[in-house]
């Protein structure tokens, strides 16, 4: 097909749109892609809708190709599904809610994991209906707080939704392990630089989960990955390797002693080394034991104090925190709270009045370093005094331990002997979970087994988002003068520009587009009689079509120049053999 | 491709779902096309999603044909471009509202004309870059006093809505007609039978319209064909051909008479033939004058009485009615509000107290046959009297006209002269709309012309739904055992049985649908080994796949049998020729 940038609808920017805070969305908007009908909310035009179809059309046939069959949902939905679930509540503001003419409840679908549960249970009673694959390609819906960067963080999107059925963790583990390769696949082909992570299942509730994220330094999530092996984890799924337990015969009481005036970590450790000089080394921010208050926000409204206690060369990561306790919220304590636990001595805080059984009654969490036999200085739980050599596992015994420290670049890895972690940004574009039982269980979809007894159906959730990938790809393939598509999913495989005022250059381009045409290769040409050479050379720049041809001064000696988009590598080729070179360098 | 039906995410039910009203959705839901999600909102399984595609497919080719563009609107809206066109307030409970977690208001979009004239507006300013057309296939919403009929009235549903941009009305012509010839170009690649019909423009204001409709008893339009040319329309479209006026010199002057306890048009006849007999021809309901109370709701929820004039064999059709006074609602007036306009007497009242001018005020329109020099009996405005000998133009002057009367079998045509109407029923599938400025109006699109003055655009919209396509072509097409698709949109092109227990009937019919899948055949294939040829002849019959080949007993005498789901013909066929004899069938 020839698209004529004479009739395509569509207007290049010169200037950044002043909401426009990432690059991707910045020429996505400039180049005509996408045009911002509310905050959150894009209207695709002709150029940004055949990049979402492109990406649409290849996850499709990956989903195919393992025997994942399409169905659609409708967006809005009756609200007792997520009830019975308890999502309804769960998803707090982050849902769009409405009523009908008859008051009833619906919800604008976020995702469709009750959906899709009810659906088969509707439809299939046996292990024999069993693996089943099903999923859609359809709009979805969060009221995002902050929708941002453009097609990044949207509140309308589209998304590929699966979903697989089976009756044991065998057959979970085949049905994810087919997605994810099918997953690789559509990567591979989308032609962008991805890593898999490791990932937090969140809200979704289940066990195993890996991300699949867009290489981009302006994305939301932090990753790290191993300088040694292969491991790679979203930092909220980093898993501190724990220490073995260290005997403590031989540890001296624990002993409380005055430490006036240090109630910061660095505080502490400067009168330590002044007051309690030790012979071997100086004491660190590593050997206190810092114990540090928030507060659990729970989807009901009520709220729960929490204590984390970690080495003191740490900080609470409140990301990484939360995505240990989704679906609830976590808020750092606030003064006013604190001082609704009167056994709480604000800087001095020690694990003595923590832990479910201790005075407080708070619920006590630490850091997985923290383990029986190491020992600690921490607050004494009077003001100006804190207690040296309190052995974990002797002293104190928290109520279990959490990832909530944050997670450095040089930290040991947690899966080899000589790694080291460093860390990097991405954009989140599909995620793979095992899901496991639980929405089977609230919905209560069961089939006969072999042996004619009921079992709960085990389920897991493949997810890759479209719009968003239009967006992240961008982000991982642009330059400094525009947008520069892989060629598996750019609007159009060549860009032809005829540039001069001859009427043979308009008349060659027409026959080269049309010869491109009949070839099955999609043309964006260039026909605007009246704009000149250097705006024609801009647009493409900002377009990003892979391949550019410009049909212009040249001819007269029978030559048109191809340009690689990316390369910027000209190659001056006969207008006779024009159309043949440039198939071979579609079709690679 | 190939499905198998024994892994196809799908379940044939042999009865009848409970809200089922009519074939197409008995059926769709009994072939497992769609499930019920909640009221007017359905779940697409994996036969209807295949139908749906074809549909979109066959549309989206020949928009692009016509050099449409296809973008891309969110389905939730912003409230103020509905606002600033006052359809904010006219959709009054028909359109979902909700507002977001910032408390702005939103709906889900029901059409999208504010929407597009925005767009062009932001992009476009010139002359030169019209004439546009841009179209979008899109999930839209209603939400319906009454879903019905499965996905023939549903809340969620999806439509090609295009809308057409020009400087001008001949512009808007040409656009107008480009659209029509594409709607037929689709309507004929469907396969089923359908007529289009002059349409009301209803609340889109504008002027031309014209429906498409499938034929289809149980449809909710009514509409009319002359006997003799090819005069059609909807029959809230119909305009009655008007009578020439006629000279009332010599008639007499209007006098009152007593008619006692004749409430009715038929005590009232029955009355004069009695007591004021004519001597050429009994008098007829046709000759009395019946004044009908209505009330107009306006979207901001104000009441306007209205009275209609029109011949006493004639009802008020209130749809018809509705259709000229969108997006005002029409009911009948009750008792209690009649009460409160004390200038009306109930069963006699007459135009004398009626119109703008008269009395009460109350606006006065007639039926288009109640032209100058016509004479009638009416009411006299006091109780137990009509007026006889009353002459429109001499004795009354109404505000105007309106087509407020039934239209009946054997009415004259009102295009040719010796045609009578004939009236049946029809599922609307399409719509296309000469909107005119209305909406460039209000919301301001103005390009400059060719001499630099700003001109306000010209618009057409252009809509079908492919969602209730799917349903008014299955309503169109079906018979007494299933559904029978037209071989453009079925969801397979051969449906292949394999019948009885031979693994060589498996091979053979396994090979069948491999030959067939390479040659580009969409095959489902009934592969499932414990199943009955009943059962699997049934199934075929209700899916309603054109071609359905049967690999059974004949095999052994190297037979397979081809049957022709419309036409039932059987035919034989060596197995060895089966694969051409069925692309020779599915090609044409």
């Given at each position: 097909?020839?698209?004529?940038?004479?009739?395509?609808?569509?207007?290049?920017?010169?200037?950044d749109?002043?909401?426009a805070e990432v690059p991707s969305h910045r020429l996505l908007?400039?180049?005509?892609?996408?045009?911002?009908?509310?905050?959150?909310?894009?209207?695709?035009?002709?150029?940004?809708?055949?990049?979402?179809?492109?990406?649409?059309?290849?996850?499709?046939?990956?989903?195919?190709?393992?025997?994942?069959?399409?169905?659609?949902?409708?967006?809005?939905?009756?609200?007792?599904?997520?009830?019975?679930?308890?999502?309804?509540?769960?998803?707090?503001?982050?849902?769009?809610?409405?009523?009908?003419?008859?008051?009833?409840?619906?919800?604008?679908?976020?995702?469709?994991?009750?959906?899709?549960?009810?659906?088969?249970?509707?439809?299939?009673?046996?292990?024999?209906?069993?693996?089943?694959?099903?999923?859609?390609?359809?709009?979805?819906?969060?009221?995002?707080?902050r929708?941002r960067a453009g097609l990044l963080r949207?509140?309308?999107?589209?998304?590929?939704?699966?979903?697989?059925?089976?009756?044991?963790?065998?057959?979970?583990?085949?049905?994810?392990?087919?997605?994810?390769?099918?997953?690789?696949?559509?990567f591979?082909?989308l032609g962008f630089e991805y890593v898999i992570v490791?990932?937090?299942?969140?809200?979704?509730?289940?066990?195993?989960?890996?991300e699949f994220l867009a290489k981009a330094e302006v994305g939301e999530d932090t990753y790290v990955r191993?300088t040694?092996?292969?491991?790679a984890a979203n930092v909220e799924?980093?898993?501190?390797?724990?220490?073995?337990?260290?005997?403590?015969?031989?540890?001296?009481?624990?002993?409380?002693?005055?430490?006036?005036?240090?109630?910061?970590?660095?505080?502490?450790?400067?009168?330590?080394?002044?007051?309690?000089?030790?012979?071997?080394?100086?004491?660190?921010?590593?050997?206190?034991?810092?114990?540090?208050?928030?507060?659990?926000?729970?989807?009901?409204?009520?709220?729960?104090?929490?204590?984390?206690?970690?080495?003191?060369?740490?900080?609470?990561?409140?990301k990484?925190?939360?995505?240990?306790?989704?679906?609830?919220?976590?808020?750092?304590?606030?003064?006013?709270?604190?001082?609704?636990?009167?056994?709480?001595?604000?800087?001095?805080?020690?694990?003595?009045?923590?832990?479910?059984?201790?005075?407080?009654?708070?619920?006590?969490?630490?850091?997985?370093?923290?383990?029986?036999?190491?020992?600690?200085?921490?607050?004494?739980?009077?003001?100006?005094?804190?207690?040296?050599?309190?052995?974990?596992?002797?002293?104190?015994?928290?109520?279990?331990?959490?990832?909530?420290?944050?997670v450095r670049d040089?930290?040991?890895?947690?899966?080899?002997?000589?790694?080291?972690l460093e860390s990097a940004r991405g954009i989140e574009m599909g995620?793979?979970?095992?899901?496991?039982?639980?929405?089977?269980?609230?919905?209560?979809?069961?089939?006969?087994?072999?042996?004619?007894?009921?079992?709960?159906?085990?389920?897991?959730?493949?997810?890759?988002g479209?719009?968003r990938g239009v967006a992240a790809i961008a982000e991982n393939t642009l330059d400094e003068i525009g947008l520069c598509w892989p060629?598996?999913?750019?609007?159009?495989?060549?860009?032809?520009?005829?540039?001069?005022?001859?009427?043979?250059?308009?008349?060659?381009?027409?026959?080269?587009?049309?010869?491109?045409?009949?070839?099955?290769?999609?043309?964006?040409?260039?026909?605007?009689?009246?704009?000149?050479?250097?705006?024609?050379?801009?647009?493409?720049?900002?377009?990003g079509?892979?391949?550019?041809?410009?049909?212009?001064?040249?001819?007269?000696?029978?030559?048109?120049?191809?340009?690689?988009?990316r390369?910027?590598?000209?190659?001056?080729?006969?207008?006779?053999?024009?159309?043949?070179?440039?198939?071979?360098?579609?079709?690679?």
């Amino acid at each position: 097909m020839i698209s004529r940038m004479s009739t395509l609808f569509v207007r290049t920017l010169r200037e950044d749109p002043a909401d426009a805070e990432v690059p991707s969305h910045r020429l996505l908007v400039r180049a005509g892609y996408i045009r911002r009908t509310a905050p959150g909310m894009y209207t695709w035009l002709p150029l940004g809708l055949r990049v979402l179809r492109r990406i649409e059309t290849i996850i499709r046939e990956e989903m195919d190709a393992i025997g994942a069959q399409e169905v659609s949902f409708p967006a809005l939905l009756p609200r007792e599904p997520y009830e019975a679930t308890n999502r309804w509540t769960e998803y707090g503001p982050n849902i769009f809610r409405l009523k009908d003419r008859k008051d009833a409840d619906y919800l604008l679908g976020p995702t469709h994991e009750e959906m899709f549960t009810l659906l088969v249970k509707d439809l299939y009673s046996s292990y024999k209906d069993l693996p089943l694959s099903i999923y859609q390609i359809q709009t979805k819906y969060r009221d995002e707080a902050r929708p941002r960067a453009g097609l990044l963080r949207g509140r309308e999107f589209t998304m590929k939704d699966s979903y697989s059925f089976d009756v044991d963790d065998a057959g979970l583990d085949a049905s994810y392990q087919a997605h994810r390769e099918a997953y690789i696949r559509i990567f591979d082909r989308l032609g962008f630089e991805y890593v898999i992570v490791k990932a937090t299942s969140g809200a979704m509730g289940g066990s195993r989960s890996e991300e699949f994220l867009a290489k981009a330094e302006v994305g939301e999530d932090t990753y790290v990955r191993c300088t040694n092996c292969d491991y790679a984890a979203n930092v909220e799924a980093v898993e501190v390797r724990a220490p073995e337990a260290l005997p403590y015969d031989d540890a001296p009481a624990a002993h409380a002693e005055p430490t006036p005036d240090t109630p910061t970590i660095a505080t502490l450790v400067d009168h330590l080394n002044e007051a309690y000089p030790r012979s071997d080394r100086p004491w660190e921010a590593g050997d206190t034991l810092k114990n540090v208050l928030v507060v659990l926000l729970h989807p009901d409204g009520t709220k729960e104090p929490l204590a984390i206690g970690l080495p003191g060369d740490r900080e609470v990561d409140l990301k990484r925190l939360g995505g240990q306790l989704e679906p609830l919220e976590v808020e750092p304590m606030d003064d006013d709270e604190l001082r609704k636990h009167p056994d709480l001595v604000k800087g001095y805080i020690g694990p003595e009045v923590l832990g479910t059984e201790g005075k407080s009654g708070i619920r006590f969490l630490v850091d997985p370093r923290v383990v029986t036999g190491t020992r600690w200085v921490t607050g004494a739980n009077v003001d100006g005094s804190h207690v040296i050599d309190l052995v974990a596992g002797r002293d104190f015994t928290p109520d279990g331990t959490i990832e909530a420290a944050d997670v450095r670049d040089g930290d040991p890895c947690p899966r080899c002997e000589d790694g080291t972690l460093e860390s990097a940004r991405g954009i989140e574009m599909g995620h793979i979970f095992q899901l496991g039982r639980k929405y089977a269980e609230a919905l209560d979809l069961k089939v006969l087994d072999e042996n004619g007894k009921l079992v709960t159906v085990t389920m897991g959730s493949y997810g890759i988002g479209p719009s968003r990938g239009v967006a992240a790809i961008a982000e991982n393939t642009l330059d400094e003068i525009g947008l520069c598509w892989p060629r598996n999913v750019a609007p159009y495989d060549v860009h032809v520009l005829a540039t001069g005022k001859d009427d043979a250059i308009y008349d060659a381009a027409e026959r080269l587009a049309a010869d491109l045409d009949r070839q099955g290769v999609a043309v964006l040409y260039d026909d605007r009689p009246k704009v000149s050479p250097g705006v024609k050379f801009k647009d493409a720049e900002l377009i990003g079509v892979p391949t550019i041809v410009t049909v212009g001064r040249g001819l007269a000696d029978g030559l048109v120049e191809v340009k690689d988009r990316r390369s910027g590598e000209r190659t001056e080729v006969a207008v006779a053999d024009a159309a043949a070179h440039l198939i071979g360098v579609v079709r690679g």
